[in-house]
């Protein structure tokens, strides 16, 4: 005859076992299966025309300054923002030192026109 502890075995063992088994999906009589996956050609975009980037360079007008009295080179080249030596190559200057007043002169494209500065005021008080 079994002993008792081989039927408390067989007890715990045997339900264990079967619930086991319906949590897998081994018990029941429907049977749960996973969605068929079948092969697809390739999928492929349709050749659409790209969007044509367009830019627009406006040219840059020419601006031109007058020398006055006590002007450099440098100093005209520093306000407008340039070198002097593209001043001077741009204008095809030959002696940078024979520049005179009321002589016009190309500021090379990039330079910036120089901004106007408020002129500068004293005020004096004068004690009675």
Known sequence: MPSMSRILRAVVFVPSIAVLLVA???GGDSVDTLPVITA???VTAAATPSA???TTTLAQQAEFYTI???DT???I???FGVTMDELISFNAIADPD???AG???QIPPGGTPPTPTAPTTTSTTGAP
């Open 98 to 100: 024979a520049i005179q």
């Open 68 to 70: 006055q009295q006590g």
């Open 103 to 105: 002589q016009r002169i």
């Open 52 to 54: 044509a980037v367009t």
């Open 24 to 26: 897998c999906g081994g």
């Open 77 to 79: 080249a520093e306000a």
């Open 73 to 75: 080179l440098f100093g």
């Open 40 to 42: 697809q050609a390739p």
